[in-house]
């Protein structure tokens, strides 16, 4: 499959290259602030805000599959986007990612 038959709802964000293993970068999908993730080779997205307050998640810590959002300290899970502490009570988006060749791609 090339870039060009992935469809209009997919937007390419970054290259493979572009995010390191066990980091996080913050792209622009749709007009959205999103923070793409890879672990384990994987890669993940999220909406790029914590739901407690305006933070940009990929200035946060992320273990494991789980970011740390840089102001207070919330925690979610980047496959399901299930807030795991307080003081965040709502989770955040998830969206789905795609790589064809060397080009990532997310579904916002």
Known sequence: MSSEEIGTEW?????????????????QAAGKAVALYKVDGRFY???GICSHE???LADGFL???EIECPLHQARFDIRTGQAMCSPATEGIAVYPVKV????????V
């Not at 064809?100 to 579904?107: A, L, Q, R, S, Y």
């Open 11 to 27: 937007e390419r964000v970054a290259l493979a290259e572009d995010v390191m293993d066990d980091d996080v970068l913050g792209v």
């Open 45 to 47: 997205a999220t909406h």
């Open 54 to 56: 305006y933070a940009h």
């Open 63 to 65: 273990e494991g599959c």
């Open 100 to 107: 064809v060749g060397n080009e990532v791609f997310v579904k």
